[in-house]
């Protein structure tokens, strides 16, 4: 079936610094990929939708400077945190479009 | 706008004991309604899925209905097993959002032999 593959699964990184959090469509070409935050105890909130080859669509409030998301091929998209501070520190995880949805294992990031 | 609303975890249970997750939705139109369940370490995988109300979704066990009437989309289960650890979201799609799927909060489940 379907997989995506998301790395790392977790990072640790120093405030201010950046981070990259891949997705890649191992066996299908992934049009449209999500991009998902969870708090503890609470749920996916989506945080943007990229389309393979155009900008990505933002949910309101959040920041499009400082959570980059590339989708420059089918098979990948990025996304990075700028800047990062300890209140981004979280839990990612991406979800590729196809025949439904398909979802990555998700990126532990603690800011520290 | 959209929200799921889940029962709060964590839930711990004795293999074979009968399971309930109860899941209400609020929606403007007529969306569909989804189960996914999170093995540790893995991504999200769908277990089941309804798409108007009355359906009945079911797979490995597990099953919930469509209740327009009362917005929910409770899951159960007979007789859990070890390998049913894992956290459950509940999720809905409108047809009016597109491809968004609006999730709950997820809920842990234990179960021990």
């Known amino acids: 079936g379907a997989v995506v593959s998301q790395h790392p699964s977790w990072v640790i990184c120093k405030s201010g610094t950046s981070v990259k959090i891949e997705c890649r469509s191992l066996?299908?070409?992934?049009?449209?990929m999500f991009w998902y935050r969870q708090f503890p105890k609470q749920s996916l909130m989506l945080m943007a939708t990229?389309?393979?080859?155009?900008?990505?669509?933002?949910e309101q409030g959040v920041e499009k400077d400082k959570f980059l998301i590339n989708h420059a091929s089918l098979t990948l998209s990025t996304l990075t945190v700028t800047s990062a501070h300890p209140e981004d520190s979280s839990f990612y995880i991406c979800?590729?479009?196809?025949?439904?949805?398909?979802f990555g294992s998700g990126t532990r990031l603690t800011v520290v | 706008g959209d929200s799921v609303t889940q029962m709060e975890g964590p839930v711990t249970l004795s293999e074979e004991a009968f399971l309930t997750i109860n899941c209400t939705y609020t929606?403007?139109?007529?969306?569909?309604l989804f189960w996914y369940v999170q093995y540790p370490g893995e991504g999200l995988q769908l277990l089941l899925k309804?798409?108007?109300?009355?359906d009945k979704g079911s797979n490995k066990g597990f099953e919930a209905t469509y209740r327009k009437e009362t917005t929910s989309f409770h899951l159960e289960k007979g007789s859990v097993q070890v390998s049913d650890s894992a956290v459950y979201f509940c999720?809905?799609?409108?047809?009016?959002?597109?491809?968004?799927?609006?999730f709950g909060e997820g809920t842990q489940l234990t179960v021990n032999p």
């Open positions: 066996d299908f070409q992934a049009t449209t």
């Open positions: 979800s590729a479009r196809w025949l439904g949805y398909t």
């Open positions: 999720a809905l799609r409108e047809e009016t959002s597109g491809s968004r799927l609006t």
């Open positions: 309804a798409t108007k109300a009355d």
């Open positions: 990229s389309n393979e080859g155009s900008k990505a669509t933002y």
């Open positions: 929606a403007t139109g007529y969306p569909s």
